[in-house]
């Protein structure tokens, strides 16, 4: 009995220690533990499977129990959504088409050059205290850890841990989640007035944005465009006509610039509207309005691509001394209601090796 | 070997690893999904309370270290936090039912629902230790409560369930 009681205490000693080793590893970033769950997940995903067929019954009954006025509203309020934005989407489709050829031309990066694998969400977080969602796609499909992770609605999150065929995404909710994002300070309704060309070189696209003013001469066109959510100032740089010698000489007006603020954005759990932070001290809050589109700032060691679109400011709270001010944002994702996620394929130099 | 081998499955940590994946497997399936204002019931910790509430101190130590590194081999934390964590809750419902001379069945079940609610606060402030801190809020109680009512109905089956899995001795049919 008593040599019984000593193995127990020497086998007590021994998991506690373990745990506190492999938390160590694990914080350190080590590839053991990675596949160590690998092996883990090898054995639980047959059970687990098995476990979600017999019980999906149950959850659906309570789902069914639980929400079932809500998702009839739900359908209402969708279906005349859905008729409101299908003429916006052919503009807004239009309007990106024109954005992804001119950064394009411009040899800068955009999204419509990185492929990307659709998934199912299969599972929520089995936890309290952590914000992650389970897909039904892996390795296989080429998914690695930190592959940034998208709705129709934009950034949702990124790929945190892959077995063969599921990953765990953790959501932008989740406090441990960090990106660099840029803060459009100028608001998303801008006019531009495009330089006058030749009748017969008029652009195109006038059937799909909408033209507000249009002159003519007898020669030329000038069209006066606003764009909702677009802002083509910021690719494209609004320019004076200088005559100077025998040629005309472009120069950009800086003050037409819209300025990006760029910042941090970090999770606040769930219920909590994320912030970012680190914004340039100089910055002025009332610079900043609420409604200001926020998008992924990308960069080499960023862990998104560019421009992804992930909400905008919700609050502006200024902060006294030289910290600069800190923005509530409003996720344009609905993070409580996810179904088909689209992961991009973009691997940063950051999370390489994972 | 076979009789090694039969010694091994026969044992009551063959069978706790068995009975753990399956609690596991309810706790990422069905427990996932049914959510009470929110928040998910922590079956792993309500039959870790009950293992330690159960049987003794070195028994619920070792069912909370193993199941929460189980529990830690399939979330997105670093392993070995929910192990700790559950470890300790073990302890905690063995220390609690010793406080009493002989407890009622209704006793056991209030200290093993509160040391199962405990182990949800205890939770958070173990992640905050290893740096990652964001889940100290007032929702870490709401949480706590939702266990505490979870393992209010749901640790009385898990009794004998937690007593046939740590049985010491099970007949493998010879006399």
Redesign the interface.
Known sequence: MAQN?TH??R??IL??L??????T???GDSGS?SR??RV??T??SP??N???VI?RP??GA??AFRNYDEVVDENDRLREQVALQEGAAVAAAASVRLSQELLALNGLPTLAGINSVTAQVI????????Q?VEINQGSNSGIKVGMPVLNAAGLIGKV??VFADRA?V?LVS???YALSVKVVTKSSRTTVTLPPLPTEDAPTVDSVLETTETSSTSSTTSTTTTILGFTPSATTIPAEVVAGGGSNITVPIASQLSVRETGILE?????TRPIVRFLDASTRADAIEVGAPIVSAGGSRSLAPPDIVIGVVSRVVERLGTAGPVLEIELVADLSNLSFLRVLLYQPITESGK | MVERLLQLVASRWFRLVLVALLVLSLQTTLFSEIRVFGYSVQLMAIFVAVAGGVHDVRVGAIVGLVSGLMYDAVLATPLGISGLVLGATGVGAALALRSFREPTWWLRILVVSAIAALSEIVLPLTKAVVGLGGWLSPRMFAVALVTFVGGLILSAPFVPVARWTLREQVSLGRR
């Open positions: 009681k127990l205490t086998a007590v998991l506690a373990a745990a506190v080793f492999f938390i590893l694990d914080l533990t160590l769950r883990f997940d054995v639980f059970v687990e098995v476990s979600r019980t149950l959850s309570w789902n599972g929520e977080t089995p936890t309290n205290f952590s992650t945190t841990e765990l953790m989740d406090p441990d999770g606040r759990g769930p219920g």
